[in-house]
């Protein structure tokens, strides 16, 4: 008998041999790069923008935190995982908004107005685990921005500061796997009852759409539920 596996259970299976590899990433070989990168912020707020980064994806626990903020400031995040077959986007969670000139909307005279409320993933920057594989199947360390670019490098960090990031970086990385992978499971029950499929040519033409400048519908899922909104291109 041949065993049919939808795109969703394909994606449900990457997901979750990432978040082994992520959990088995030795913390020997993380500290060490951490020490090595010895990254340390001047300040210079390159990274709160689009030039440098892309987005800032927010985990769970800190949409409700930017919510009692400043919920307006929420967006959902780019780069939506799947289309139906009406043409409506669905995605895995929020980014923040960014203002005209690209920088985030709460940076303020190159100074984060939310900083001790600041995403993870601004307290991680730039150590990140780059989840692509590379030619022998293995996870990858990266950083984010070129190094020299912005920020100071090879500054001393101590044992205890390079294990504390080490920890986070793997919280942070298996926290964002388990939220892409309870989206695929929403979207998967979501689909069935509500006799939806995600079709790849509707995707690429509403894609096309939407970088023209028209306005599209997205879903994204927070708390357990598929939240609608409209989204137009910046
Ligand atoms: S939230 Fe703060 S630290 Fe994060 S990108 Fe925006 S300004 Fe920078």
Known sequence: MITVTSPIEKQLKIISKEIEDVQDYPMGKLRDIIK???FECDFCARCC???FNDHVFLLTADVIRIQEI???YLEPAPYYELCDQHGRFYVSGYALKVKEDGSCIFLNERRCAIYEQRPIICRLYPYMLHREPDEDGNIDWRQIAGPGQHGCYHTEISDEESEDIALQIKSYETGYLKQVAEFFRKAEEYFKKNSLRHIQGVYDREMRKFNKGEEITVFVLF???FIEHRA???
């Open 36 to 38: 090595e990168v010895g």
């Open 49 to 51: 923008t689009r030039e």
């Open 70 to 72: 400043a919920s307006d």
């Open 223 to 225: 708390n357990g539920e």
């Open 232 to 234: 137009k291109k910046q």
